[in-house]
């Protein structure tokens, strides 16, 4: 399962569970993920969960920016488009997401080795 999670102070406050097709994100209601903010646009950005051609219960993840007014950021950097993957962290506005995708076989615990 895909989720966005929602990191305020580097907290997880929310999370968001994600499926196939077009996660719209912006100011104007009807989008998936409305964020109440003036420095959003109306419809700032989208992301794209695709079936993966060659192993189709993965997703392909991207995300457009849509000509927002202050930008869309993956890892600090400003994007028009970018592929995602699990552990990115994507910002608008004030706002701060990490993106999980419990399939990628990346530990998100400490493991402990027997000696």
Known sequence: MIKLKHIINGA???EIDMSEGDFSIGR???NSLQLDDGAVSGKHAVIKLV???YLPEMFDISISDLGST???YVN???VKQQQLK???IIRIATYEYK???DQSHVGTQT???PM
Request: charged share 15%.
């Open 86 to 88: 699990h552990g990115d």
């Open 111 to 113: 493991e402990y080795l």
């Open 12 to 14: 997880v406050v929310s």
């Open 99 to 101: 993106l999980f995708d």
């Open 76 to 78: 600090s950097t400003a």
């Open 28 to 30: 104007d209601h009807g």
């Open 51 to 53: 079936a993966n051609a």
């Open 70 to 72: 202050n930008g869309t």
